[in-house]
Nanobody, 124 residues
Framework: VQLVESGGGSVQSGGSLRLSCAASGSTFSNNCMHWVRQAPGKGLEWVSSINTGDGIRKSADSVRGRFTISADNTKKMLYLQMNSLKSEDTALYYC??????????????????WGQGTQVTVSS
């Protein structure tokens, strides 16, 4: 599957952004879809996941209550609504389709299908 992220940009602390990920070329429904980020000089950090079959979502503690993942199976779109942004949210945000166990946790592996990423910069 091909994944293309959009919606990144620069915003002040406390602001909001909505990231989008367009999927094409393969089945979108009944898959695990994820948002993963990478801050400058740091490793991959899992952000949030959704099962596009049953709709079950999980988010990292660092974003829970501020970020919301959602999916539109008809449009093959994945979204990440980000509110109350902090400077520590500054990172390149990737959309990924991969097995749950490969992504969720302290050390995500770059396996499966990934987009090129969209940059989010939060200034204080």
């Amino acid at each position: 599957v091909q994944l293309v992220e959009s919606g990144g940009g620069s915003v002040q602390s406390g602001g909001s952004l909505r990231l989008s990920c367009a999927a094409s070329g393969s089945t979108f429904s009944n898959n695990c879809m994820h948002w993963v980020r990478q801050a400058p000089g740091k490793g991959l950090e899992w952000v949030s996941s959704i099962n596009t079959g049953d709709g079950i979502r999980k988010s990292a503690d660092s974003v829970r209550g501020r970020f919301t993942i959602s999916a539109d199976n008809t449009k093959k779109m994945l979204y990440l609504q980000m509110n109350s942004l902090k400077s520590e949210d500054t990172a390149l945000y990737y959309c990924a389709k991969a097995p749950y166990e490969a992504i969720v946790g302290p050390a995500p592996r770059k396996t499966g299908d990934w987009g090129q990423g969209t940059q989010v910069t939060v200034s204080s």
